[in-house]
């Protein structure tokens, strides 16, 4: 029986699909919110095998705390999802500054924190899993979504490190890229307005908000088959780096990555024309 960390408990979105299926699959959660007290009625069927904690994962202390209960109440984490995150939109040039550091804040530096507070167990016991939630926009920069999309970048980035520092002690990392799925996520769209930017870019950015608008209870993508699909791959013998979930975003990230291929070829010649000539 394992026993799951797992941030960002939203009724509705990636965290509580991860957490149902743990569960249906006989093991232990913990799973961690703004808001416990909409997670009442879910807890009951579950009794001890689960744990719902208060959790703003952007406060380093509280996320330090609430992986020392975890621990506590079960005795080590042994699969960490860092699920909590949240886009805003905004320009580059033109997004408040506050905004954009809390796009930074939540996106990048609270799984940091997460991350390092349960690592120390996980390398005492030589063995766990981080599954770090990132995005396509973390692989395909999305227009109005910078400052998400640079968050993410960071978090591949990151994840590719991490995987390589703690493999010799039995963790294993896994980037996991969902494309739109059908979520809460784009709930807030509505309510949000592009007023706050430069002139300039306000038609963009409102073509941006009315198109997630429009997808917000369309979106292709199944949270449930989305990760059943990161269950089977952690079973895997020879477990995928990263993961691509959704039709739209693979054909995204192979165009993207094709792309990519095909101009780093093409200049060659120019990469290998900076070294100092043979002998040298």
């Given amino acids: 029986m394992r026993t799951w960390f797992i941030t960002g408990g939203t009724p509705g979105g990636f965290g509580m699909a991860y957490a149902d299926a743990a569960l249906e699959s006989g093991d232990r959660v913990v799973l961690t919110t703004r808001r416990p007290e909409e997670l009442r009625g879910w807890t009951a069927p579950y009794g001890d095998r689960v744990l719902v904690l208060p959790l703003d994962v952007t406060d380093t202390k509280q996320a330090e705390a609430a992986v020392a209960e975890a621990e506590s109440r079960f005795g080590g984490i042994d699969v960490l999802v860092n699920n909590a995150g ?62 998400y999309s640079a968050a993410k970048f960071a978090l591949e980035g990151l994840t590719e490190v991490l995987r390589q520092e703690v493999e010799p002690f039995g963790i294993k990392v896994l980037a996991v890229e969902p494309a739109a799925f059908r ?82 070829r093409g200049q060659e010649a120019v990469a290998r024309g900076a070294d100092f000539p043979p002998g040298r």
Avoid: C, H
């Fill in 86 to 147: 949240r886009g805003w939109y905004g320009s580059v040039e033109g997004m408040d500054d506050r905004a954009l550091r809390k796009v930074m804040e939540l996106n990048f530096f609270a799984v940091l924190a997460v991350t390092r507070a349960a690592l120390p167990g996980m390398r005492r016991r030589r063995s766990g899993w981080i599954v770090n939630m990132s995005s396509v926009a973390g692989l395909v920069g999305i227009q109005g979504f910078g400052f």
């Fill in 183 to 264: 979520t809460r996520a784009y709930a807030g769209f509505a309510d949000e307005s592009v007023d706050g930017d430069l002139p300039d870019y306000r038609p963009m950015l409102a073509e941006v908000r009315a198109g997630m608008i429009e997808q917000d209870g369309r979106q292709p993508g199944d949270p449930a088959r989305g990760v059943r699909a990161v269950l089977a791959a952690l079973t895997q013998d020879d477990p995928p780096r990263r993961l691509v979930l959704g039709s739209a975003g693979y054909d995204a990230v192979a165009g993207q990555l094709e792309g990519m291929l095909a101009e780093l």
